[in-house]
């Protein structure tokens, strides 16, 4: 039922109202009654429009919201699995000559030849590689807890 409000949500809501106050007037037109208890009804029909409107309008803002979230999910989804896959690599190059070898170690499938420091200052490197390795630990952390909560179907952690 839901779904349906939502595709024809502006012909539904038209078509709803104008058959309630049609249907609400000729039958308060059709009786014999006094002139102040037929404005009585029309002002009662009024109020019924308005219920059902401002019902509407909370079923409306409620998917409204639900795709919100989702979409903002989706979104840092997004950006912490390339802040976490991209960060780390985009780091170690640029900490050349230092974080080339921990680079080298993980993109073994790239061709390193001839780009191989040699020279270069070695607690800096220990000093790389460990602050590297903590991010990689963290970003594989954020990666599994990510996979877990992605509504992006893009299958995170398959």
């Known amino acids: 039922m839901t779904t349906f409000l939502i595709d024809y949500n502006l ?3 038209l078509l709803a109202v104008v058959t309630i106050i ?3 007037f000729i ?3 059709r009786l014999n009654t006094e002139k102040d208890r037929k404005l009585e009804l029309i ?3 009024t109020a ?3 219920i059902i409107m401002v019902m509407y309008n ?3 803002n409620t998917h409204s919201n639900n795709r919100v979230e989702e979409n903002r999910t989706a979104h840092i989804t997004l950006e912490n699995i ?3 896959w991209l960060s780390p690599q985009i780091e170690l ?3 050349y000559p230092e974080g080339f070898f921990l680079f080298k170690s993980m993109t073994p499938d790239v061709n390193h030849d001839g780009f191989e420091p040699t020279t270069y200052d070695a607690a800096k490197r220990n000093q790389i590689e460990i602050v590297s390795s903590i991010r990689v630990f963290q970003a594989m952390e954020d990666f599994l807890t990510i996979g877990s909560h992605d509504l992006t179907g893009s299958n995170v952690s398959d």
């Open 11 to 13: 012909y539904f809501i």
């Open 22 to 24: 049609v249907v609400g």
């Open 27 to 29: 039958f308060v037109k």
């Open 43 to 45: 002002i009662g029909i």
């Open 48 to 50: 019924g429009v308005s």
């Open 58 to 60: 909370l079923i409306l």
């Open 82 to 84: 390339q802040r976490n």
């Open 93 to 95: 190059s640029q900490a």
